[in-house]
């Protein structure tokens, strides 16, 4: 159950890492998500208390696309290298 008081001000991070202020007017029918003042909804998980809260998510994001690139980049060298050495390369 959701115990907050509306409305309320949050910041959220969009796709492409741009930190939006939102006023929050209530929960959404479900109560699962919160409804801005502009109709829009946001998951819970969307949504931080500060700005600079906002920007570590994103950061940590980076962060996490970084290493799955790296772990996909190692996978892919190791099966040409396995490729090469069964075509006598």
Request: glycine share 4%; hydrophobic share 45%; proline share 3%.
């Amino acid at each position: 159950m959701n115990t907050r008081t509306y409305p309320y001000t949050a910041w959220v991070l969009t796709r492409s890492f741009v930190v939006i202020e939102v006023q929050l007017v209530a929960p959404t029918a479900d109560g699962l998500n919160e409804r801005s003042s502009k109709g829009k909804w946001y998951a819970p998980d969307t949504l931080f208390r500060s700005r600079e809260a906002a920007v570590d998510a994103g950061r940590m994001r980076i962060q996490v696309a970084r290493a799955e690139i790296a772990r996909r980049a190692a996978v892919l060298e190791e099966k040409s290298a396995l490729l090469d050495r069964m075509s006598g390369r």
